[in-house]
């Protein structure tokens, strides 16, 4: 919602606009990722460590969204 009232702020702009839509991509992308560990971590009782490959996609979300959220800022 941040991000959408950010964009919006001072009339609608194309670039404001797909760096909202990439925002609201990314986080959804986050949000599946951890749905996906959330999932992992209920089929055992011992948690399962954590896979590169999940952490790294995780990782490269939290920063896309930093820098998106400084572009909307800026």
Known sequence: MLAVKTALHGGPSPAGLTVCALCCV???????????????????AAP?????????????CTVALAVCATALVV
């Open 26 to 44: 990314l986080w959804l992308g986050f949000l599946l990722l951890a749905e996906v560990r959330i999932r992992r971590l209920g089929r055992s």
């Open 48 to 60: 399962p460590a954590l896979a590169p490959r999940l952490a790294a996609a995780a990782a490269v």
